[in-house]
């Protein structure tokens, strides 16, 4: 591993706790994004980038042959693409806005055509009202049996499978997909780069009421999933609800209608991933690192992922959630909007080793710092050092230890990342994402 390389020193008294020191930007302009090149498609991820450049680091489609250069305008263009034969490297170009929800022919789709076996929503909710099924079971039977298979359907038309040793880019600054999951599969060497990815939407949410204390709607579908992967670069692109936030969702048997699932999950043994420049906005349950706590046999002593100079806003949860994996979360901003759905930022989980480290939070007066950290499982710990709110140093650790007394957290993780080419001062993240981070940024 490379230490990283470091710009001018300084130090930032925290309340209560010796100073930290940190690395600082003299003005944001002088910071330039991993990556750059003559072409996007041609980009590598940068020796010392984060956890997915050790090892081996990530090449993805560069040095494609030019007939394994593609550029996609629809779905179909974009499935051909993907599904071409032969492991060498390719490049997909993606021009333009492409729905996933499209037939064979490019005309769209709706949740209806896809609607198998009688099922509707009405009768749905009509068969699994708690009033009448209860709250003890979740639900079975010819209505459930028809979402099953009505959300097959879906399912047939918006995942695409991602081969090895590709990359997906943006061909423009509009490169768009809607209603689409990049399903990163037991598979190695793969780059997805300036692209926005909106409304990638579960036509089928299936009710559990015993989710929790009062049920809960569960879909599926993440925009961007890593299921067993290895060596993943994802940068510069945008996650947005889009055209379908959740905002505007009714609710059902008292709960949230909810049609995402994730934007980004690393899961099943996904392992060496870096996560930089990208903003995920206005999202509900956002990364996912480890999908269930009985998945050791697969996460243990994989899923390392470093996520850095990320613009997280008007996110509920999940930025990020970790079981198993060692993550460095490192120069990230967090904005929340007064109003906007907030549960945490840090979720911590089973045997995770989350260091979180000189990120910037700008919160209303509503959240206070010890919202930002979240415990799931009991005698975790957690490295926290350096960050600021509302441009002012908080010990989060200590304000989330103050909050809940008696809690188990610890302060150590048990790991020092080294893979961190260079660190900002977190005050000038704000600036810094803003001008920076997201798809048609490059």
């Known amino acids: 591993m490379s230490a990283a390389r470091p710009r001018t020193l300084a130090a930032l008294a925290v309340t209560g706790c010796a100073a930290l020191a940190l690395t600082t930007l003299p003005s944001a302009s002088a910071s330039t994004p991993a990556g750059h090149g003559p072409r996007p498609q041609d980009a590598t991820l940068p020796d010392g980038d984060g956890w997915g450049s050790a090892e081996g680091g990530v090449t993805g489609g560069a040095d494609a042959a030019d007939d394994r250069v593609f550029t996609v305008t629809d779905r179909a263009e974009l499935a051909a693409a993907l599904a071409a034969p032969g492991d060498e490297p390719r490049v997909i170009r993606v021009a333009g806005a492409i729905d996933a929800n499209v037939d064979d022919d490019g005309n769209p789709l709706d949740c209806a055509d896809y609607a198998r076996d009688g099922y509707t929503l009405d009768a749905y909710l009509t068969a699994y009202d708690p009033g009448t099924w209860g709250r003890d079971e979740e639900p079975s039977g010819p209505l459930e049996d028809a979402r099953v298979a009505s959300a097959r359907a879906q399912k047939e038309r918006v995942v695409l499978s991602v081969p090895s040793h590709t990359t997906i880019v943006g061909a423009g600054a509009d490169a768009t997909l809607l209603g689409a999951t990049l399903d990163v599969r037991d598979v190695e060497n793969v780059i997805v780069r300036d692209l926005t990815f909106e409304d990638t939407f579960d036509c089928f949410p299936q009710w559990d009421p015993t989710d929790g204390d009062t049920g809960n709607w569960n879909s599926e579908y993440d925009s961007v999933v890593l299921y067993g992967a290895r060596h993943v670069w994802v940068d510069h692109n945008t996650f947005t609800d889009g055209r379908r936030p959740d905002a ?59 996520l850095h100079h990320n613009l ?131």
């Open 248 to 306: 505007e969702q009714p609710e059902y048997f008292g709960m949230l209608f909810q049609q995402h699932d994730g934007q980004l999950d690393i899961v099943r043994g996904t392992d060496l991933v870096t996560v930089s420049w990208n903003v995920f906005a206005d999202h509900d349950k956002t990364i996912l690192l480890g999908n269930s706590d009985s998945a050791d046999a697969d996460d243990a002593g994989k899923l390392r992922t470093t």
């Open 312 to 442: 997280f806003e008007n996110v509920n949860e999940r930025a990020p959630r970790v079981r198993f994996g060692q993550v460095d979360t490192y120069n990230n901003h967090y904005r929340q909007e007064a109003g906007a759905r907030y549960g945490y930022s840090w979720g911590i989980g089973k045997e995770s080793a989350l260091v979180a480290e000189h990120n910037a939070f700008t919160l209303p007066e509503e959240i206070t710092p010890d919202r930002v950290i979240h415990q799931w499982t009991a005698d975790t710990a957690l490295t926290e050092g350096g960050n600021v709110v509302n441009g002012e140093p908080v010990d989060l650790l200590d304000a989330f230890r103050a909050a809940n007394p008696d809690n188990t957290l610890g302060g150590d993780a048990g790991w020092t990342p080294t893979l961190r080419p260079e660190v900002d001062d977190p005050r000038e993240l704000p600036v810094l994402l803003d001008d920076r981070a997201g798809a048609g940024r490059l």
